[in-house]
């Protein structure tokens, strides 16, 4: 094989892989400057900071929640990828609580990360929705929260639905997931304003255009940041709703924030719990907020963290240059290997 076609066969499909991520997610709106703007259904937990062309970053809330008994309750939002400094952080916080109250939906008999046994238990099962985290987390050069956040911590509680019962709950409500990506086609179909909402790439027809934007994000310097921009940028344009997780009754949000909330007013029981936390999915927030109101607590205090570093480094080498400097050194490693005498082998001998 020629060194020619060695490199297409080592380029050509790293290439379409990084362009299908692009094309996925690619928002071609202008890179003028806007004022943070508030993230989908929980606007008051999850922001973008959005500087332009220079990056800026996406933020989620630790909003502190007090009773007048002294009481205090912090739901702190998170995203499930995010900068390894964005975990550590949580990290530090989540040992001045009594107890932290977290979601994750696992088998009864399931263990937690960080126990004995528990990477090959979940190596055992089928989890799309992991392989497409761990997709973005090498992508992205981003952290995986199953894998930093230490769930092995005396003060962790386990707030959340097992798996049978979730299961159980979407198929009695027909919210399975093929279920909701059915109606949300239909949705799609009747309704094309929302489709349009939906899909920042709905008015872009012209294909010549939509090479364009590729060809930029991939040579404009320190092209991983300007991918995690794009797409930070597009979880502030979709018009995200309820029905998408399956309505106001949803099992996704409703019933695990009921299996949340039975939990912490078992927590909040104990005198010795007087500072505790609920580490959730940001989408969870509002209706845990209606529902610590509803115990008798008012909104005291709110600090934003960051998630995602998106400031532009002039300096740093795109992402097309990483990948071509990557396949050149796969390219002549092999052909050194080759050109190694097999080992235990005499060399020939010619005989005159």
Do not use: C
């Not at 104990?270 to 008012?298: C, N, S, W």
């Amino acid at each position: 094989m020629t060194v020619r076609r060695r490199s297409m066969v080592l380029l050509v499909p790293a290439v379409l892989t990084m362009a299908s991520l692009v094309a996925a997610r690619v928002s071609l709106a202008e890179d003028a400057p806007a004022p943070a703007k508030q993230v989908g259904l929980a606007p008051d937990f999850m922001r973008l900071v959005d500087d332009g062309a220079a990056g800026g970053k996406l933020e989620t809330a630790d909003v502190t929640f007090k009773r007048p008994d002294g009481t205090a309750v912090t739901l702190v939002s998170a995203v499930h990828i995010g900068e390894a400094a964005y975990f550590k952080g949580l990290n530090d916080s989540f040992k001045k609580y009594d107890a932290v109250l977290f979601e994750m939906v696992k088998p009864r008999e399931g263990l937690l990360p960080g126990a004995p046994g528990a990477l090959e238990q979940a190596a055992g099962r089928d989890n799309p929705i992991r392989d497409i985290q761990q997709m973005m987390k090498q992508t992205l050069n981003l952290s995986f929260q199953l894998d930093v956040v230490d769930y092995q911590a005396r003060n962790f509680v386990h707030a959340d639905l097992d798996a049978e019962t979730f299961e159980r709950l979407q198929r009695e409500k027909g919210q399975t997931f093929p279920e909701l990506f059915l109606k949300a086609m239909i949705k799609a179909m009747t309704d094309p304003d929302a489709a349009a909402k939906q899909n920042p790439l709905a008015g872009a027809d012209d294909p010549e255009q939509m090479l364009h934007s590729l060809i930029r994000t991939f040579t404009r310097p320190d092209a991983e940041r300007q991918l995690k921009l794009l797409l930070a940028r597009q979880m502030t344009s979709i018009e995200q709703d309820a029905s998408m997780f399956g309505g106001e009754d949803s099992v996704i949000l409703s019933d695990r924030n009921t299996a949340a909330m039975k939990v912490l007013e078992k927590t909040l029981m104990d005198p010795a719990k007087k500072q505790i936390a609920v580490f959730y999915g940001a989408a969870h927030m509002p209706d845990l907020e209606k529902r610590l109101k509803a115990l008798g607590f008012t909104k005291a205090a709110t600090e934003w963290r960051t998630a995602w570093d998106l400031k532009i480094r002039a300096d740093q080498p795109s992402a097309i240059e990483q990948l071509l400097e990557g396949a050149v050194e796969e390219l002549f490693k092999g052909l050194e290997e080759e050109e190694k005498p097999a080992q235990g082998k005499a060399e020939p001998v010619v005989v005159r």
